[in-house]
């Protein structure tokens, strides 16, 4: 059974661990958009305030095979798979 990867925009501070060592080309990183902004909580805001608007995204969630490299790669803890 395929879990899907969630990822924690209150705690992505976008430094690409995650990209850089999945296998599988899962994800990518982007700014963030106003309205993804205005939905992060208070410290979300700050950190992006402090690392910048950059956030990784799961754009191919159907190339995972759960290796579970992203997760360890993560040091904010914010993959998780769900």
């Known amino acids: 059974m395929n879990k899907t990867i ?3 925009m209150n705690k992505c501070d976008g430094d690409g661990g995650c ?3 999945c296998p599988n080309q899962v994800f990518e990183l982007r700014k963030i958009t106003a309205n ?3 939905s992060l909580k208070f410290l979300g805001k700050f950190k ?4 910048g ?3 990784s995204f799961a754009v191919n ?3 995972c095979v759960e290796c579970g490299l992203c997760i360890q ?3 904010e803890r914010a993959i ?3």
């Open 6 to 8: 969630n990822i924690n």
């Open 19 to 21: 990209l850089n060592y």
């Open 36 to 38: 993804e902004y205005d």
């Open 48 to 51: 992006t305030m402090i690392k």
């Open 53 to 55: 608007r950059v956030k």
């Open 61 to 63: 969630s159907e190339n």
């Open 73 to 75: 790669q993560c040091h």
């Open 80 to 82: 998780q798979f769900v």
